[in-house]
């Protein structure tokens, strides 16, 4: 019997700043407790997905951006045990030692040759010690520490280990009945820590609303004026409230968030349209959490097939899918109509890309956001894309598990040409 319970604990973690650099600084930060001394120099050889995701997104209480701060302040944390956020408490002394690192080069960033999406070798040097750490499938997931090239047995917590960290892949690809029925028949008791995250998720949510982070999506979405085509209806709150947390989370708000499946917009993406209707409409905390185990669960199955980092956008497919499964839901809706909806979301969403991590993600968010809505309000209404359509399948299991083929027949070299691009405006560091 597959634990989905097991499934959504692991799954959802808080992290604080967008998971990809904060995983960076999580392993120098491994890396730079294990040697003594003033550190000399740190080498970070990374997948392409990781300096895909960690160069344009802002670092929590620093009020820069990228790759460069995130290892320094590793480095001067050393607080690896709080693993995703490591960076919470930040203080003004710690930062301007990070800075000071930086100023004096010490850091050196390549490209790793690599199969692994993810992927984060941090090699930390002192005048006399050097030490390694790698992370890799899994944004915690340690599967090498060394110091002075001996491989460390000790200071790995088992709960980081690949061995124990790492669910059997059939978890992953369950069945949307058996998702279904899980999220009916479970004890209130079991999802209720799902209500944390809505907190979390919600208070960021309010955040971006009220300041000026990014391209302020939201906060824009949601004032009223002269040059604001967006009504105060139900379907642009809900749109307003998603893309503020992202708006914040992006340009480097130190509130953390609810992540999903390793990713925080995912997180948002898939929670905070479910978290706004359910105000709106006045459900229940118990109604609540099993629609954000709904929306959970069907992202991390969408997730599975799409790919842990991917050169297609998490947060708009598989966020945007599974927040529509959690519309349907709060209306009332069947197990056939959740369906419905995972099939025209799809239709919606299926060819955008990722180009990293950054403040515009809040605008595909709320592109997202506004599929699912449309979706939901289509299978609500018993109509859904169909085998005549696209990558549409009958069975919707087929049309998720398409995603799989289109990422790894269709979209082969677009993660590297994205990375071009990219690196094309200037150097990693």
């Known amino acids: 019997m597959v634990n989905l319970l097991e499934v959504l604990i692991k799954e959802i973690v808080p992290a604080e700043g967008c998971t990809e650099p904060i995983a960076v600084a999580y392993a120098v930060s491994l890396a730079a407790e294990q040697v003594e001394g003033e550190i000399t120099s740190i080498q970070l050889f990374l997948s392409g997905n990781i300096v895909k995701n960690a160069m344009g997104v802002g670092i929590p209480g620093t009020g820069q951006t990228g790759l460069p701060i995130a290892a320094a302040l590793g480095a001067v944390i050393r607080r690896s045990h709080r693993k995703l956020e490591i960076l919470s408490g930040l203080t003004p002394e710690e930062l301007a030692k990070a800075n000071a690192m930086i100023e004096q080069k010490l850091l050196y960033v390549e490209l790793k040759d690599t199969p692994e999406k993810l992927y984060i070798e941090a090699r930390v040097c002192s005048l006399n010690h050097t030490a390694t750490a790698i992370v890799a499938k899994e944004h915690t997931n340690v599967v090498f520490l060394s110091k002075d090239g001996v491989k460390l047995e000790q200071g790995i917590d088992k709960a980081d280990c690949e061995e124990s960290d790492t669910l059997d892949p059939e978890v992953y690809s369950v069945s949307l009945e058996e998702i279904y029925e899980f999220i009916q028949t479970a004890d209130f008791s079991e999802l209720r820590f799902l209500l944390e995250g809505s907190r979390m998720n919600k208070a960021i949510s309010d955040e971006g609303l009220r300041g000026e982070y990014g391209l302020q999506v939201g906060r824009k979405m949601s004032q009223q004026s002269a040059v604001n085509l967006f009504g105060n209806d139900v379907a642009n709150r809900i749109i307003a409230a998603t893309a503020a947390a992202s708006d914040a989370r992006?340009?480097?708000?130190?509130?953390?968030?609810?992540?999903?499946?390793?990713?925080?917009?995912?997180?948002?993406?898939?929670?905070?349209?479910?978290?706004?209707?359910?105000?709106?409409?006045?459900?229940?905390?118990?109604?609540?959490?099993?629609?954000?185990?709904?929306?959970?669960?069907?992202?991390?199955?969408?997730?599975?097939?799409?790919?842990?980092?991917?050169?297609?956008?998490?947060?708009?497919?598989?966020?945007?899918?599974?927040?529509?499964?959690?519309?349907?839901?709060?209306?009332?809706?069947?197990?056939?109509?959740?369906?419905?909806?995972?099939?025209?979301?799809?239709?919606?969403?299926?060819?955008?890309?990722?180009?990293?991590?950054?403040?515009?993600?809040?605008?595909?968010?709320?592109?997202?956001?506004?599929?699912?809505?449309?979706?939901?309000?289509?299978?609500?209404?018993?109509i859904s894309a169909s085998l005549n359509d696209g990558v549409i399948f009958e069975k919707v299991e087929d049309t998720i598990k398409n995603m799989e083929t289109l990422v790894q027949e269709g979209l082969a070299a677009t993660d590297q040409a994205i990375l071009n691009i990219m690196l094309s405006k200037g150097a990693v560091s």
């Open 250 to 382: 992006m340009d480097g708000s130190a509130m953390p968030v609810m992540t999903t499946a390793g990713s925080g917009n995912q997180g948002i993406a898939c929670t905070m349209p479910v978290i706004a209707l359910a105000e709106l409409l006045g459900k229940d905390e118990e109604t609540l959490a099993r629609a954000m185990a709904l929306s959970n669960l069907i992202t991390i199955h969408v997730k599975h097939y799409i790919g842990r980092l991917s050169p297609l956008c998490g947060s708009g497919i598989a966020g945007g899918v599974g927040a529509g499964s959690g519309i349907v839901y709060l209306m009332g809706g069947t197990l056939e109509q959740i369906k419905r909806s995972i099939q025209n979301t799809i239709a919606s969403t299926s060819g955008m890309i990722c180009d990293g991590a950054k403040p515009t993600c809040a605008l595909k968010i709320s592109t997202a956001t506004n599929a699912a809505i449309q979706s939901a309000t289509l299978a609500m209404n018993d």
